[in-house]
């Protein structure tokens, strides 16, 4: 049986607090579709409520650590070493049409200086499905999880074998015509292509082996901090599109099994 820090309960303990919530929300969010009124407002009610449950859990075992969240943005912490990187509903769109496929991810991003540069690092990561009762963890050097199975990625080499994810760039942030043609290319290349709308979880599915791969652009650091650990510690490889390191700033990102990289990291830079 995994053995899980004190850090990592802490975070699962907020994820499935929150998890809670918004399964309730979401039996109403499904009775909602069948009224004028429309889900809308419920929808953001619901994302709100779910990031307030979990600053305030992590907040009282860890007040000195700052946050980034996607509804409340930046909050400086007093230690300045460690902040919380939060997404308290992704695959929002999903969950406003009934769809049960979301999430919850929280990652922490720890800060050091080395050499006189001051650098940046995700330590922990969850991502927590509430519908399945899954939760994805990880810990930097300890592993990625899956509840308290060990995770692995695939280890398919063949690219015409692979089965990858992606989500569609939102308008005015990426150009779509690029990401058409990239999946245009890779189509031709691979057994086949998803899209599920949920990117953490596209994440962790690469880091469970269900998908070999996974590329999107014009992300926010909560839709990967979580992910990128636990891709790494499942055995993973993730980088920018163009093969950097700094997908946090960017939002370009490719996570692979590691054996496929290399490949689809080609195909994407020359989808023509």
């Known amino acids: 049986m995994a053995i899980k820090s004190p850090l990592i309960n802490v975070m699962e303990r907020a994820a499935r607090k929150a998890g809670r919530g918004l399964l309730r929300d979401f039996g109403e969010v499904e009775q909602l579709q069948v009224t004028t009124k429309g889900p809308a407002d419920f929808v953001s009610n619901a994302d709100h409520k779910a990031e307030k449950t979990i600053h305030d859990e992590l907040k009282r075992v860890r007040p000195d650590f700052g946050f980034l969240m996607e509804e409340s943005g930046e909050i400086p912490g007093s230690g300045g070493l460690y902040r919380w990187v939060v997404d308290p509903l992704d695959g929002t769109t999903n969950f406003l049409h009934g769809i049960p496929h979301f999430c919850i991810s929280i990652g922490v991003e720890g800060r050091s200086v080395i050499g006189g ?6 330590v ?50 990426a150009d779509p015509d690029v990401h058409q043609a990239q999946t245009r290319a890779l189509m031709e290349n691979v057994a086949g292509i998803r ?27 909560w839709d990967i901090a979580a992910g990128i650990l636990l891709v790494r510690e499942a055995g993973g490889f993730v980088t920018e599109i163009d093969g950097g ?8 990102l490719l996570a692979s099994n590691g054996q496929i990289h290399a490949e689809v990291r080609h195909i ?5």
């Open 268 to 272: 994407l830079a020359n989808p023509a």
């Open 195 to 221: 899209r599920f709308g949920a990117s953490a979880l596209d994440l962790a599915w690469v880091a469970a082996g269900r998908f070999d791969a996974f590329w999107e652009v014009a992300l926010s650091p």
């Open 124 to 173: 922990a990561g969850i991502v927590y499905d509430p519908v399945h009762d899954h939760s994805y963890w990880a810990e930097k050097g300890a592993g990625a999880y899956l509840n308290d199975r060990r995770m692995r990625v695939s280890g398919r080499r063949d690219l015409a074998t692979s089965l990858l994810a992606s989500g569609l760039p939102t308008l005015g942030r």
């Open 245 to 252: 390191n700094n997908m946090m700033a960017s939002g370009s």
């Open 117 to 122: 540069k001051a650098m940046t690092e995700i």
